[in-house]
């Protein structure tokens, strides 16, 4: 990770603590149906891979399932703990959390029901290598049959076709109990169609009820994006078969102007 004043440079921007509490600042939980129903149907042993702040896992852990979260970001996984340690002791005991690179984490404990990688986060991989190995070693912790939950962005054409320096206000939020608005907008800094790589230049500001802007952030990060069938092969080769593949988290069908593309994947071939 690189600084530069109020700019980062990084593979993945939650390196940086003042950017990983910004972004847990932001309220989304259009999707949490969706894992909370795979995780009843699977058993009660659930990992999540780049669980970031516990955006899906403490709600997993409160519905009553034992939660695996491994992220490689401490800043995440602070507020993560800090968000676990509000609950009972009950609670808490079905919780771990793990710092550990998803390509290459090694956890005693095998044999989950469910995985969830949510929110793209598999974008971060920006090598085709380190896509299969991540998969390979979510399939190595998955007892044969678990499920993995896999949440894609849909690269459509107009994304595609976004020339350098187009801009997309791309959240605004009043996060009341903090008492300031937090705004998101998103710039194309380049994209790369050989490599399948754009980079993007976020704008966080968090702005107080008078309209002073109290902080502002930017962070330049490579996202790599996945088409349909390549994530179809990528998940074959993993020892995965599809269950399912949705444009939206009521499992609505996939189609070209979806902007999810969600997998349900079964495994089904041991892995070594």
Not at 61 to 81: K, W, Y
């Amino acid at each position: 990770m690189a600084q530069d004043g109020a700019l980062v440079r990084a593979e993945q921007p939650w390196g940086d603590e003042q950017l990983a509490g910004l972004y847990d600042a932001f309220s989304f939980d259009g999707d949490l149906s969706l894992y909370l129903e795979l995780a009843a149907a699977q058993g009660q042993r659930v990992l999540e891979v780049a669980c970031g702040s516990g955006r899906v896992l403490v709600p997993l852990v409160q519905s009553g399932f034992g939660v695996v979260g491994v992220d490689i970001s401490p800043h995440m996984l602070a507020i993560a703990r800090a968000k676990l340690q509000d609950l009972p002791a009950a609670m808490q005991e079905r919780a771990e959390l793990v710092k550990g690179d998803m390509r290459t984490f090694d956890l005693p404990r095998r044999e989950f029901d469910l995985a969830v990688v949510a929110v793209k986060s598999f974008a971060y991989l920006t090598e085709r290598s380190d896509q299969v190995a991540t998969l390979v070693n979510i399939a190595r912790h998955l007892r044969d049959g678990g499920v993995l939950a896999i949440d894609f962005m849909h690269p459509r054409l107009d994304w595609l076709g976004a020339a350098n320096g187009t801009m997309k206000d791309d959240l605004l939020q009043t996060v009341r109990e903090r008492g300031f608005t937090l705004s998101r907008v998103e710039s194309v800094v380049s994209t790369d169609l050989a490599r399948q790589v754009r980079v993007i230049r976020s704008i966080y500001e968090r702005i107080d009820t008078h309209g002073a802007v109290l902080e502002k952030r930017f962070v330049e990060w490579p996202y790599r994006w996945t088409h349909r069938f390549e994530a179809e092969h990528l998940l074959e080769r993993a020892g995965f078969e599809i269950d399912g593949l949705y444009g939206g988290y009521e499992r609505e069908p996939f189609t070209s102007g979806s902007a999810t593309m969600l997998f349900v994947a079964r495994k089904t071939q041991p892995v070594r």
